[in-house]
């Protein structure tokens, strides 16, 4: 796995799965890359501003041309603040993603349309800071986030999903 200096100095992590025209995954709260894993096999995957700034490092660090950007829930928000003025940016693609307008956060969007039950199975942990750090509980994730996986697969992303931090459902695009 290779991996890419952030602009805050962190290391970003990345899997590069070949040549041809650069497709860049961004994997939805709270997965990780391996969230893409099975669809790679059919192609060849923070808060927002920091993730979205990783992103666009990423694309100017590679190098990469006419990239076409997927995003996955959460990571829809993101792939569309990295598009941001971006030339090297060809085309965003949202696979069951928040695709927010320039005002709007993903927060908002959650509980904006009738149906919506992402806030009801959230499990929050209180930081020091103030601010709070959320799950989604593992007894509804499944079925809450990736009912199109097998089980074995959503109970191990269940148990290994990373927390979102509460403002990062704020942030405004």
Do not use: C
């Not at 792939?79 to 993903?106: D, M, Q, R, T």
């Amino acid at each position: 796995m290779s991996a890419i200096t952030a602009q805050d100095g962190h290391a970003d992590l990345l899997k590069d799965w070949g040549t041809g025209q650069p497709v860049v995954f961004s994997h939805g709260w709270p997965l990780n890359a391996d969230a893409w894993e099975s669809q790679m096999v059919f192609l060849g995957g923070n808060e927002i501003d920091t993730y979205s700034d990783d992103l666009a490092t990423l694309i100017e660090g590679l190098d990469l041309r006419d990239a076409v950007l997927v995003g996955h829930s959460y990571g829809g928000s993101v792939i569309s603040n990295a598009a941001l003025g971006n030339e090297n940016v060809k085309a965003l693609v949202f696979v069951a993603a928040f695709a927010p307008e320039e005002g709007e956060s993903s927060g908002e969007l959650s509980g904006r349309f009738p149906g919506s039950t992402l806030g009801d199975t959230l499990e929050t942990v209180p930081l020091a800071d103030g601010t709070m750090d959320q799950y989604i509980r593992q007894e509804e994730y499944h079925q809450q986030f990736v009912a199109d996986v097998p089980a074995e697969q959503a109970a191990l992303d269940a148990v290994t999903q990373r927390p979102l931090r509460d403002v990062a459902l704020k942030d405004v695009e």
